[in-house]
């Protein structure tokens, strides 16, 4: 985690809008950018998501892993 990363909390949002508003701030990334995600539970398959989507334009990052709280940092690579 870079001081530059921004935190993306999605807790509050509802379960439907949370990967939209995931790859809408991925998106938004400058090639080494990244931002943390902040959910109360495993984001696992968002990973996957990310890894049939964006292969090799992303990294993931776990920094916390529950069990209340996961936080990954997600990255835009340089490619």
Do not use: C
Request: hydrophobic share 40%.
């Amino acid at each position: 985690m870079t001081a530059g990363d921004r935190p993306l909390d999605v807790r509050a949002e509802a379960p439907a809008r949370r990967h939209e508003l995931i790859f809408e701030t991925w998106a938004s990334l400058g090639a080494g950018e990244g931002f943390v995600l902040v959910n109360d539970h495993d984001p696992k398959p968002l990973y996957y998501q990310f890894a049939a989507e964006h292969a090799g334009a992303f990294t993931w990052d776990s920094l916390e892993e529950g069990p209340e709280t996961w936080r990954v940092r997600i990255g835009r690579t340089a490619a």
